[in-house]
């Protein structure tokens, strides 16, 4: 088993940054990937980043440009650094973790989610 950890999502005024970060732990195993995705109220899960363990990264159009996906692979932490923040931005944002788990095979895990919001 594997558990991520996420922080650092809070209210902010438009236009301003916020930087979330997430930590896998647990069980020994290989990241495959990892990425954010965020959900608003009535709205499905939408994929916002995510970079794969070749470093490679992608984003949505309505993010490019403004938020940026990280990682520290010693710590197995990803980082959403945000910036240019947008009301429409508001949205619980999740972490995901597409892991090789071993003994255990590829399992897709989920962060409890984090909330951030953007308003004046």
């Known amino acids: 088993q594997a558990q991520l950890v996420e922080s650092g999502g809070g209210l902010v005024r438009p236009g301003g940054s916020l930087r979330l970060s997430c930590a896998a732990s647990?069980?020994?195993?290989?990241?495959?990937?990892m990425g954010w995705y965020r959900q608003s109220p009535g709205e499905q899960r939408e994929l916002v980043a995510v970079?794969?363990?070749?470093?490679?990264?992608n984003y949505a159009d309505s993010v490019e440009g403004r938020f940026t996906i990280s990682r520290d692979t010693a710590k197995n932490t990803v980082y959403l650094e945000m910036n240019s923040l947008e009301p429409e931005d508001t949205a619980v944002y999740y972490c995901?973790?597409?892991?090789?788990?071993?003994?255990?095979?590829?399992?897709?895990?989920w962060g409890q989610g984090t909330q951030v919001t953007v308003s004046s």
């Open positions: 995901k973790a597409d892991l090789q788990v071993y003994g255990g095979g590829r399992v897709h895990y």
């Open positions: 647990g069980s020994r195993f290989n990241i495959n990937s």
């Open positions: 970079i794969a363990a070749s470093g490679g990264t």
